[in-house]
């Protein structure tokens, strides 16, 4: 803060309580400032919404006060004067009384790993505050800014919805149709009643009522401040930037003359991410939020005047409002607007962000602008000079001087007109996913005629997506001018469009030649929604020549309909408890997860909640700029240098060994990837380390040869492991038997984890014996622990990991947090003092990798009737730049490749390549999900060319008897056959595939499809020294009972299971039983917690220790068995028998012998199937997810809901990575997704609108305790059922258009690929560029 000015005191209220800050920081957000409040980070860019906070505001105008959700990580705190803040601790808590929000988001099961929680949370509970019974309309709007990456939301959705006004129609369909009339939904019929099976995951009736009087009240202190006469102008000076609220508009103006470069900070959402990303930086930020004369509405005779202020959600109410009250012909702008408002980032954005902010920033992605400029609004805008009017147009828009604001100059207001009788104004827009995606291309059209013709008076195209700004197809509107509005104009306007706008073919954003084809088809639907209207106004008017306007067909009609956003339903089925089990036996019950209920009150310890250690530090990575290349030099004067920078870290500074001689912990002499860790600072704060951490200046030279894509690397004979193949039959000899052979190749990209706890890591060095205490966020602590001792050169006993909770990990923190562990670990070392390093996204994504992508090529000869003969398929797979775990992957991948099938000659081939990305690692599934999706491609693909239906080639192949796998382990299909059969049953597969083909006869632009895969999922690591575990059973004088096993609690729910398993060899209930830490000094030499097994071995390490208890107690309980618990416990510790145990599990045998092929790798198998329907749009390529079912044996469930949970999110992250889930790299190896705008994950309006699952009743499995079975990553590669299913829409669509129906859908089927794939007349114009020609945006690499 400059020394010698004053800055006024920023007041407003957290949870009820004042807070006064002397010297308020603008560069501080509320998330910063919470942090102590335990209000979650999980992407900083107000993308995922795990930072929700409700903020109350009076508003002086309405004299009302305004609840609204916003995203802390985006809102700095000096924007919060007068405000009133609720966070997730403010509404309720364990310690006092919970919210039913809280309860009914806990006992629902909606939550899993927690993070995400907190906000989930704040969302629902402040639109409860503002509509206390919401439509299943509101509430999916509310939570669609919110992501989650463990649940599926089905769970979430569920347990909101009882909030929602009682109904008796599921409102599924949204189009008024609905789930009660039995011909759509034959959920009922199939899904039948049974004594052995239930459907309740929790009682609904013991939910509390919401109640009012439990909210907080607005702190009447503010009222005051809000209504004082006597406001002034408050200044907050930050030590870089000062903050300059103004009272009046005046002020504002002057202000405006005296600092004309400093921005106006309304909802800080465009502002904000430029100035935390992009660098940009303002030393004085103006916030005109006090002004009444921005927040101004005024209808006029021929339109509708809205302050720039106003937010963008109060913009849609205002025009929702305006749209009831005005006849049809004049809201067609209006209603055009709010279709984009529906759909235009998360409710928290729409709640902050400010229309003038959005219009003024000209993204070229805006969804406002292209509507605004097509509906001719003009810009209102004030200065000290006065006021003037400029058009919304493509000059202002581009930003031509003559046709932009001056320096000193403001929005007030924007005026929208009424549309007139003969005006049309149509929105349409494209994104990866339904919702909270930034739009791939979107645009706003208007055309005018002249009265009573269909003669065009005025034309306006604009577009977004295609340019740093919006586009205006000007020259080609004035070139339709005077034309008829029929089919002769279409081929000319597509032309002049495509000429006068497509996007150079190395625009940024990529997908060129999709964002032609939207341009063209957007055209269309244009032209046939504006036909529409002629028809309409002409059938309420008797107009001479009507017979002039071409009929639509009702078949092309499909063009025009927008897929609802629709609320989930569904059923889950599982097994009831034997009515005999006794009531405190929760084994097989659908018990709530141990810290549900703290994970919704935000009491839930994570990592980076651990409060500040008395001189901490705090560490930030410097990452490499080249893809390979040699080190020259690391200047890091400039950074020692800056304020509050304690030291820089180098390999220099490692005292025992740099990873491995392939795998160094931080570079030396060479980096092999962009985001390769060259060294760290460690500085008093985070924004300290940050800031010097880009002032590092290391001097490359590059190397060759830079390797991205698995093709180069095969050219290189780049490769990380020898090669792994498995071969049964004789190959060739069944090639040339077969009447029929396909080759071809198939790619898969990567996925990304996106666990909503990015890495984290406390380590606090202790002042004695070279101890260490590591707080991380880790599936495998013991693995941290290993390599911070062998990173230090000293003994593993004198490092403690601790692991309280993760907040998601699927496979990305097994190996990576060893990583991040042991450089701070090193800093901690070198500096003496604690060091704490939190990832944020954007170096997350780049520095730990992901999913390995997928190319492969496959030969297969197969017979008229489907039989398929043999196989010959090579997988190379993309490892990136170190081995980490791609060798088991690729083992992995070939040992599950087969999937269901018995095939006789098959020849397996697969090679990890060595590529310069960051190293790909563990991830859910590992492998299967990519081999399994080739698998059924295959099959897909030998339907096709047999004529025959997907579902009868795969019965025909499936295995059918006891047989040997192709490593020759023995296995049984009864369970596959019964899921696919009960699958098959409960989707009433047959009746609705007829369905789908008479829905695709009838409609030409929009397909179904429909599709039913089988699964067959081996468990477990194969190596036998995985399948062990240990466990640490107390129990106290008290009776009390603390449990400590080896795994990780990653929301999977695995220390529920753990004390519903010691609850019943204890023979008491739950409520005795404790689970504190994952703690490497009480559980030594875990293994990870992956591969689907850590209930298994760490469940039977528990049950063994119970079992040595209990005997030790049971002459005890022998003399008195009258007693309580508490008696034999007090008894036992008087006679000093011990009362602690170690419990052990000596597992599986694993063995595999890859010279031989051959082994018993796996313990067991999980078996499933699951059957999708999806709706496709021909012209956009987005899809619906309309219903799946998913039948699964999971044996003996454990804990029903929580396995029922890890099948829904598990299937939910399987469809974002077959259908959403896209990694985009540049030419040079830089990630282009680095946070939640760039790399969409499925959100709330994603999943199927019907989302059934049933687990298997009367099943076995002797292999894991009680017969359970590990269900972690199964489901995921079930999601690809979407993906056929999709497929079998595109297949419908190109085969109507005449086209081969032999074509290889790749993986995600995304809209692109879904646009490209139904070529047609559109697809066919777009100029197509020569691809030697220029430099793509992005590279493919899979
Ligand atoms: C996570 C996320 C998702 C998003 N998704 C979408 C999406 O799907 N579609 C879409 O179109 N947009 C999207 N956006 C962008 C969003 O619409 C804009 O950021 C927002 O509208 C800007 O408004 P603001 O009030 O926050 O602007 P601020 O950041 O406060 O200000 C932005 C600019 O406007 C100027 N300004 C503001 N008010 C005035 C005024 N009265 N007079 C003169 N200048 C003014 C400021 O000087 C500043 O330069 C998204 C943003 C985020 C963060
Ligand atoms: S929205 Fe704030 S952390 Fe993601
Ligand atoms: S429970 Fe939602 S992210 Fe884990």
Known sequence: MPSHLQSDELVFFVNGKKVTEKNADPEVNLLSYLRKNRTKYACGGGGCGACTVMVSKYDLLSKKIRHYAATACLLPICSLYGAAVTTVEGIGSTRTRIHPVQERIAKGHGTQCGFCTPGMVMSLYTLLRN???????????????NLCRCTGYRSILESSKTFCAESNCCQMKGTGKCCLDEEENQ?????????????QLYAKEEFQPLDPTQDLIF??????????????????YGERITWISPVTLKELLELKVKYPKSPLVVGNTSVGPAMKFQGHFHPILLSPARISELSMVTNTNDGLTIGAGCSLDQVKQILTDEVSKLPEEKTRTYQALLKHLKSLAGQQIRNMASLGGHVMSRHGYSDLNPILAAGNATLNLVSKEGRRQIPLNEHFLAGLPNADLKPEEILESVHIPHSEKWEFVVAFRQAQCQQNALPDVNCGMRVLFKECTDTIAGLGLFYGGIRSTTVSAHRSCQQLLGRDWNTLILDEAFRLILDEISPPASAPGGMVEFKRTLIVSFFFKFYLEVLQGLKKIIKMTSIPNSHRYPDISEKFLSALEEFPVTISRGVQEFQRVDPNQPPHDPVGRPILHQSGIKHATGEATFCDDLPVVDKELFLALVTSTRAHAKIISIDASEALGLPGVVDVITAEDIPGTNGTDDDKLLAVDEVLCVGHITCAVVAESEVYAKRAAEKVKIIYQDQEPVIFTTKDAIRHNSYLCSEKKLEQGNVEEAFENADQIIEGEMHVGGQEHFYMETQRVLVVPKAEDKEMEIFVSTQDPSHV???????????????????KRVGGGFGGKVSKPAVYGAIAAVAANKTGRPIRLVLDRREDMLTKGGR?????????????????????IECYINGGCTLDDSELVIEYLILKLENAYKINNLRFLGRACKTNLASNTAFRGFGFPQGGL???????????????????IREKNMYKRVDKTIYKQAYSPDKLIRCWNECLDKSSYHTRKAKVEDFNSKNYWKKKGIAIVPMKFSVGFGVTSYHQAAALVHIYTDGSVLVTHGGSELGQGIHTKMLQIASRELKIPMSYMHFCETNTATVPNTIATAASIGADVNGKAVQNACQILLKRLEPIIKKNPEGTWEDWVKAAFEKRISLSATGYFRGYKANMDWEKGEGDPFPYYVEGAACSEVEIDCLTGAHKNIRTDIVMDASCSINPAIDIGQIEGSFIQGLGLYTIEELKYSPEGVLHSQGPDEYKIPSVTDIPEEFNVSLLTSSENPMAIYSSKGLGESGMFLGCSVFFAISDAVTAARKERGLTED???????????????????????????DAKTFKPWSIPIA
């Open 131 to 145: 509509h206390p019974e919401p439509s299943p309309e509101q509430l999916t709007e509310a939570l669609g800014g």
């Open 187 to 199: 959920t009922s019929s199939s899904h039948q009643k049974n004594d052995k099976i239930c459907t």
């Open 219 to 236: 702190p009447p202190e503010l009222l005051r401040m809000a209504e004082d006469p006597n406001k002034e102008t408050l200044t907050f």
């Open 785 to 803: 622990q290993k390599t911070v001792s062998s990173t230090l050169n000293i003994p593993i006993n004198r490092i403690t990991c601790h692991v």
């Open 852 to 872: 390995h992508p997928l190319f492969a090529k496959y030969k297969v000869g197969f017979m008229n009737n489907g039989r398929i003969k043999a196989m010959d």
């Open 934 to 952: 080739l698998m059924e491609s295959c099959i897909t693909a030998v339907a096709t060319k047999c004529g025959l239906p997907p579902e009868k």
């Open 1303 to 1329: 074509f290889m859908l790749n993986s995600p089927a995304t809209p692109e690929r879904i646009r490209m794939a139904c070529t047609d007349r559109f697809t066919e114009m777009i100029p197509i560029d």
